[in-house]
């Protein structure tokens, strides 16, 4: 039987090791592991990457958006509107900011973020929205922004999916007051571990970040001098370093990613199940190929059977999760009833053509087993 994983993380480990080996050993060997020179030169080229002034490396990413949150002045009293198809982490850095969620619901199509459901969600304890560029698409960015500007809103990007996705070929993380990125190892730039990044084009957002990633030390004070009281989310030297290697490798990784995706929409036409929509000004990098079908549960089990390992993001919209039930204010009916429906078929820059062509004949065999139903 043929096996497609659902993704290959030591792939890429593999790929970048030979060009960062020296550097790694001579960094692991010489002790110094905090800050420093090879985090300094990962910011200056992940902003430049980005297209903004500054990048703030720090641990993981659902730290760098409640940084982003708390060093933009968003705090207790505040609402923050997030959608409600994203990650938890979205919604625990608000909480974590001490803010509260608003949630608004999806566009049909895309399943993120529109002006119409941004909208809808705001009231006059809004202060911010987290745009989420889930699965590696950025949303109608420029509708969001004209609604945050009437709205007098800060809009910050959750592009934790999204490393090098463009609105209108402007990047992922130079729209936003501030914008938040996850290098875990399974994103399309992965470290070695956890880490993250904040992008910002405002000096002194990022300065305010990084002392309070620092334990609340202001840039060049005393080790023992603290402005206030911060919390310890800095980016290791390690890690800084093998996310230079990879970088290096990202833009040809990303172009396999959308290659791979095209392949599958190809194939993917006649069968009964429906590929997220794709706006055409976006760059969607493909973190996640994600499909709608009917009866998910039982077409996931089926292709599991045949070898072809899937995932769902996310079987619970956040508004339903229950420790966050509290803060949802009515049924999202979008977001709602396409988590029943989506599917995420591997997809992974190591990928294979005759792999994707194995996933299609797996689900092409799965459709055929299964009658169809009307609607
Ligand atoms: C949309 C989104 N936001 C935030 C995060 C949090 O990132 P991290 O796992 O690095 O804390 C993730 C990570 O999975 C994510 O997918």
Redo the contacts with the bound molecule.
């Keep these: 039987m043929v096996t497609v994983p659902f993704t290959d993380v030591a792939a890429t480990s593999r790929d970048v090791w030979p060009t960062i080996e020296r550097e790694y050993l001579e960094c692991l060997l010489s002790g110094r592991y905090i800050s420093g020179s090879r985090v300094e030169a990962f910011e200056a080229e992940w902003a430049h990457y980005c297209a903004v002034g500054h990048a703030v490396g720090v641990a ?6 409640q940084l982003a949150l708390t060093a933009l002045g968003i705090g207790p009293g505040d609402e923050v509107i997030v959608p409600a198809n ?2 938890i ?2 919604v625990a ?1 608000v909480i974590h900011a001490g803010a509260t969620p608003r949630f608004a619901d999806v566009g049909d199509d895309t399943l993120l973020l529109t002006p119409l459901t941004l909208k809808a969600a705001i009231t006059n304890r809004t202060r911010a929205v987290i745009v ?3 699965y590696g698409q950025m949303p109608d960015m420029d509708g969001l922004l004209s609604v945050a500007s009437d709205e007098g809103l800060l809009l910050l990007e ?1 592009a ?2 999204a490393h090098g996705a463009e609105w209108a070929g402007r990047r992922a993380g130079s729209f936003g007051a501030a914008a ?1 990125f ?3 190892p399974a ?1 399309n730039l992965g470290a070695f571990g ?3 990044a904040i992008v910002t084009s405002r000096p002194e957002v990022a300065d305010r970040v990084r002392a309070l990633a620092n334990h609340g030390r202001a840039h060049g004070s005393a080790h023992y001098e603290h402005q206030f009281v911060g919390s310890n989310s800095r980016l290791d030297a390690l890690q800084a370093i093998v996310l230079s290697g990879k970088l290096a490798l990202l833009e040809e990784w990303t172009n396999r990613r959308i290659a791979l995706a095209a392949r599958y929409r190809d194939q993917l036409g006649d069968l009964r199940i429906c590929p997220i929509g794709v706006d055409p000004l976006a760059r969607h990098v493909y973190h996640l190929f994600v499909v709608r079908v009917a009866d998910r549960d039982l077409i996931q089990a089926e292709l599991g059977r045949r070898g072809i390992q899937t995932g769902v993001h996310y079987p619970v919209p956040c508004h339903l999760q229950p420790p966050l039930r509290r803060y949802a204010k009515g049924p999202l009916p979008t977001a709602e009833q396409a988590a029943h429906e989506l599917l995420s078929l591997p997809l992974f820059p190591h990928m294979a053509d005759s792999q994707v062509d194995a996933v299609c004949d797996a689900l092409r065999d799965v459709l055929r087993c299964q009658p169809s139903r009307p609607g």
């Design positions: 993981n990413g659902t730290s760098a958006l994203t990650f982490a979205t850095a989420v560029h889930l959750d934790a999916q938040c996850s290098f875990y994103k956890d880490a993250g």
